[in-house]
């Protein structure tokens, strides 16, 4: 026996009314009779597609403003009643219910409408009841039902329907699954809106929806499987629009993020340089162009397959120096024509633009996976300024000094901890992080800067005269006295250490300035 079902009578309710014409036009000319709502029937029937109004259909008017137009026997009956159980049969005859073959919903644009921040009166007007009620009888049923969440769907279900008279199983169980995970992915953002609306940020069940972007070839290694899944609009990696370049890979997604978000904390022209992850170069300039020969002097070896953001629109000067050198990916806000002809020239060379920059003071939830579950919190949105740091030792630090402690502690939230960063003239100019302890972190940002220094052909190593940033506060004088060995004059650090006076002491002795912020920034 054959698992086809042909489609003889179809209820179609949109709200995103992309293709309903010709999808309609394409079920009529088959001989489907059609139920409709509202603005789907008005535009079915302005289109000359035949179409039956669902009250006329139940005999029962739309009332009470439309929220109870197919909440009904005639309707739920149609679509949930099985055609292989004689007494479903019976009791859809007794009681003058026609079979519903297909049913075509998309629902109520809630996300869309909190998005634009509407009033809350609005947003829950903008909650389907209906809408889910009829795509979730559909999927239950889907043994005879055929349910289409998605315009996307539509052109598969007419070629099913023109090669085979029907829709297989096959077909509609994939349909079913996909209606489902489209009522669960609307019902969080729901869910998540009402917490929201409480201020609570960690609500009792917390539901993560995403939409599927591109599958890839494969994860952090080949023997892993990988996907892309869009959660928000926050600009990045999940809005840009990929101008040129080979497919990104998982590790290029990861590493690209975290250099837009890098990038995204400062207001001048500013390059960030990312690899596996973490920077190897970050300055500000007065163009772009200037600001990546700063960056790039900072650790000249690593950028090579490494990723580049921008927070400006990218212009052909700063593509001819990126483009120089072997770089798997660019991400920027925008490109003019003559920077996209730059890049264009490296086929290979991913062109990523966002249509604008993520605000490093947003909230919102970041996550990480654990065996069994997840953890959450909310984003690093920390910020410190001139007047947020207070002076601990005798030697406040100078205008110039203080300026760029404020830029290197931006840079060292988003180094791997334990992280210390150099910084000179609003650049990098040593990078450590991701040691077990802060002592190594500071040396082997120093040694770094050493080498980067002799491939400069510099007479001395770039962090004399620098300025050091520590993620979280020293533990002991050490990590200090390695950044004091490495040239640093000044240091920008949370304190808190129970042995602070020690440091301090040693800042003092060495006579350098140092500044606490009350605020860390692991990054682990």
């Given at each position: 026996?054959?698992?086809?079902?042909?489609?003889?009578?179809?209820?179609?309710?949109?709200?995103?009314?992309?293709?309903?014409?010709?999808?309609?036009?394409?079920?009529?000319?088959?001989?489907?009779?059609?139920?409709?709502?509202?603005?789907?029937?008005?535009?079915?029937?302005?289109a000359g597609v035949p179409?039956?109004?669902?009250?006329?259909?139940?005999?029962?008017?739309?009332?009470?403003?439309?929220?109870?137009?197919?909440?009904?026997?005639?309707?739920?009956?149609?679509?949930?009643?099985?055609?292989?159980?004689?007494?479903?049969?019976?009791?859809?005859?007794?009681?003058?219910?026609?079979?519903?073959?297909?049913?075509?919903?998309?629902?109520?644009?809630?996300?869309?409408?909190?998005?634009?921040g509407a009033p809350f009166e609005d947003c829950v007007e903008n909650i389907d009841i209906g809408g889910p009620a009829l795509i979730r009888a559909a999927a239950k049923n889907h043994d005879f039902v055929t349910v289409l969440t998605d315009p996307d769907q539509y052109e598969e279900v007419l070629a099913a329907l023109a090669g085979a008279g029907g829709t297989s199983l096959a077909l509609r169980r994939r349909l079913a699954g996909e209606a489902y995970a489209r009522t669960a992915a609307y019902d969080s953002a729901i869910s998540a809106w009402f917490a929201g609306?409480?201020?609570?940020?960690?609500?009792?069940?917390?539901?993560?929806?995403?939409?599927?972007?591109?599958?890839?070839?494969?994860?952090?290694?080949?023997?892993?499987?990988?996907?892309?899944?869009?959660?928000?609009?926050?600009?990045?990696?999940?809005?840009?629009?990929?101008?040129?370049?080979?497919?990104?890979?998982?590790?290029?997604?990861?590493?690209?993020?975290?250099?837009?978000?890098?990038?995204?904390?400062?207001?001048?022209?500013?390059?960030?340089?990312?690899?596996?992850?973490?920077?190897?170069?970050?300055?500000?300039?007065?163009?772009?162009?200037?600001?990546?020969?700063?960056?790039?002097?900072?650790?000249?070896?690593?950028p090579y397959g490494g990723i580049v953001a921008v927070n400006r629109v990218l212009d052909a000067a700063a593509a001819e120096k990126i483009a120089a050198i072997f770089t798997e990916v660019i991400i920027a806000p925008d490109a003019d024509e003559a920077a996209k002809a730059v890049v264009a020239r490296k086929k290979n060379l991913r062109l990523l633009l966002t249509g604008g920059m993520p605000d490093p003071a947003s909230g919102g939830l970041t996550f990480r996976s654990l065996s069994g579950g997840f953890l959450a919190q909310t984003r690093d949105a920390g910020r410190v300024g001139a007047a947020d740091v207070k002076v601990v030792t005798k030697r406040a630090p100078t205008d110039a000094e203080l300026a760029d402690l404020l830029f290197a502690f931006r840079v060292c939230k988003h180094v791997k901890s334990n992280a210390i960063v150099y910084a000179k003239g609003g650049a990098t100019v040593g990078v450590g992080g991701g040691q077990p302890n802060r002592v190594d972190s500071a040396r082997i940002a120093a040694w770094k800067a050493e080498e980067a220094a002799k491939a400069a052909g510099l007479p001395e190593r770039l962090t004399q005269g620098s300025v050091v940033a520590s993620d979280a506060f020293f533990p002991f004088a050490d990590g200090l006295e390695a950044a004091i060995a490495a040239g640093a004059t000044a240091v920008i650090q949370p304190g808190g250490s129970i042995r602070d006076a020690d440091v301090i002491a040693a800042a003092d002795a060495a006579g350098i300035a140092m500044v606490f912020t009350g605020m860390r920034h692991f990054r682990h």
């Open positions: 026996m054959s698992d086809t079902v042909s489609i003889r009578r179809a209820l179609i309710s949109v709200s995103d009314k992309t293709g309903l014409v010709p999808f309609a036009r394409a079920l009529a000319d088959r001989g489907v009779e059609i139920l409709s709502t509202g603005g789907s029937a008005k535009a079915l029937r302005e179409v039956k109004e669902v009250s006329d259909h139940t005999g029962f008017p739309e009332i009470m403003d439309g929220r109870v137009k197919t909440l009904v026997p005639q309707i739920h009956g149609g679509i949930l009643g099985r055609r292989d159980l004689p007494e479903h049969v019976a009791q859809m005859q007794a009681h003058n219910i026609a079979p519903i073959d297909l049913v075509a919903v998309n629902l109520y644009p809630f996300e869309a409408t909190v998005a634009k609306q409480r201020g609570e940020a960690f609500p009792k069940r917390l539901s993560i929806a995403g939409s599927l972007r591109q599958t890839l070839r494969y994860g952090e290694n080949p023997h892993q499987a990988a996907a892309f899944y869009a959660t928000d609009a926050r600009p990045g990696v999940a809005t840009a629009v990929q101008v040129q370049g080979k497919e990104l890979s998982y590790n290029n997604f990861n590493d690209t993020d975290a250099a837009f978000e890098c990038v995204s904390e400062f207001e001048a022209p500013t390059i960030a340089i990312i690899k596996h992850a973490t920077p190897c170069g970050v300055a500000s300039a007065a163009t772009l162009a200037e600001a990546w020969d700063a960056a790039f002097r900072c650790d000249p070896v690593s």
